[in-house]
């Protein structure tokens, strides 16, 4: 069996509309790629990005703060529940190949340092200008194709 | 959507054959069932158990140690890497609607107390007879037949 | 600098008074050998131990499930704050040099499976019989100076 | 019993000596005012911090990242095993009253995101400049009063 591509998508747990539509792009085209999404499991960013991927049969993958899984979100189809709180975020980063960040607060931060610190690649979508050594992206197309190319270039 | 439910096979990283027959078993009859496999991902009555959701086409999730997801078997669907090393044994059992547990030492000692604690229902599986308030089954059949209904008694 | 032993007393949340008399002189032996208490940082055994060390004069740490420092006994001197809920158990074993176990439920059940798995001796005293290769003890004294030798075999 | 205020100090695991003498200097200056210093238990800033802690009679905590006490710095009083790799921060951020950054890298990075999600106050110390909502201090004693102060304004 080959194991397929996992994308992280980040970003805050409340999302105004125009953000909340980004993420349900980038689900969905995560799906497309074939790819598998996962996240934090909750709500905003997180549950539009669930969304969009379940929207074209994509896999999905909640990696919840509680130890309650129904707290997931009604997009998540395997709910993890690490019981962690914050400290989730380490447990996001590693179980994907490649991370998507779109705008987010403190939490979204503390994924990006450990990105950093694990060596997997991130890609900012139309967010975090001030964080130097992240790779940009415009749209979720884009987004999702320059992770996927960064995350080929690793061993899973 | 509605989630499948979701069975953790719990066990040593080191299994002799009868053992691991046993757990292959338990593996193929979960799959059969739909539900969904969950364990630590390695070797043994993990690797083991894996190869038995597979073979029938089931869904297998590992909850792995470390950073690394390829130090999961290679029946694993989907790595989750907590790098939590042994406390990863709480996230397992937090996933599951139920516990299987086969003979094990103290990892699986760690499970059987968090399920206690966490109020997961536990099946022992020819196994630790020395433990109160388990629940006893003799065959892999009778175990996840078992370990269903017991599933089905509590809200996901 | 030489680090002090730490002994970790583990046992349930709530303590009838006979068990909670055990652990408040359990704390004061410690104190009295001049090893370090670590313990969960809530209550029942957690805070008899933890009054019974201070009585003496002893060092006293909470390992705490959650991320207010506010929420540990009031006879702890250093709170650390987790966020980890039950899975915390890990830590508590892995930071002591040996572990006494009072009469407890599923948490001590965890903590004596983490403690078998991470090879920390443990002294049961006047509890879990049915848990083979435990180390036993009959009273505080018997307890803390045997779990101080066989801390004492090992590196820290 | 009050228990005395707690500031992590934060920064990369391989220091210049220049910076490894700032954080020298930020931990003495913890220890005179009283305060207990908890970092990550390691080299670089966090052995220099540490050390100048010691230096005063100050406490230390080093809060490790996996299972084995002996990988302190010998400056560290009491080393918390917490076998959770780089999640850890979470741990040291929750379990101090404010924190002060040092120049470092992705671990820091996810030490100042936890803190903004937890609502740690945080002191940047020469650095960070592109992180907005940091408060700035330009020398050890002026990092320290301010950690001090804005401890104070929340609860223990």
């Given at each position: 069996?080959?194991?397929?591509?996992?994308?992280?998508?980040?970003?805050?747990?409340?999302?105004?509309?125009?953000?909340a539509?980004?993420a349900y792009?980038?689900g969905r085209?995560?799906?497309?790629?074939?790819?598998?999404?996962?996240?934090?499991?909750?709500?905003?960013?997180m549950e539009a990005a669930a969304a969009g991927a379940r929207n074209r049969?994509?896999?999905t993958?909640?990696?919840?703060?509680?130890?309650?899984?129904?707290?997931?979100n009604r997009h998540i189809?395997?709910?993890?529940?690490?019981?962690?709180?914050?400290?989730?975020?380490?447990?996001?980063?590693?179980?994907?190949?490649?991370?998507?960040?779109?705008?987010?607060?403190?939490?979204?931060?503390?994924?990006?340092?450990?990105?950093?610190?694990?060596?997997?690649?991130?890609?900012?979508?139309?967010?975090?200008?001030?964080?130097?050594?992240?790779?940009?992206?415009?749209?979720?197309?884009?987004?999702?194709?320059?992770?996927?190319?960064?995350?080929?270039?690793?061993?899973?």
């Amino acid at each position: 069996m080959r194991r397929a591509r996992v994308i992280a998508v980040i970003g805050a747990g409340f999302a105004p509309a125009a953000v909340a539509k980004l993420a349900y792009e980038v689900g969905r085209e995560i799906a497309r790629c074939g790819a598998t999404l996962v996240n934090g499991g909750r709500f905003g960013v997180m549950e539009a990005a669930a969304a969009g991927a379940r929207n074209r049969g994509g896999r999905t993958i909640g990696i919840l703060p509680g130890y309650d899984r129904s707290a997931a979100n009604r997009h998540i189809e395997f709910a993890i529940a690490t019981g962690m709180g914050e400290a989730r975020n380490a447990i996001i980063v590693a179980s994907a190949d490649a991370i998507i960040a779109l705008a987010g607060e403190g939490g979204t931060l503390a994924e990006i340092g450990f990105a950093m610190k694990m060596n997997r690649p991130i890609v900012a979508l139309q967010s975090w200008p001030e964080i130097p050594r992240l790779h940009r992206a415009d749209t979720p197309a884009e987004a999702v194709a320059l992770a996927l190319r960064l995350a080929g270039s690793r061993r899973r």
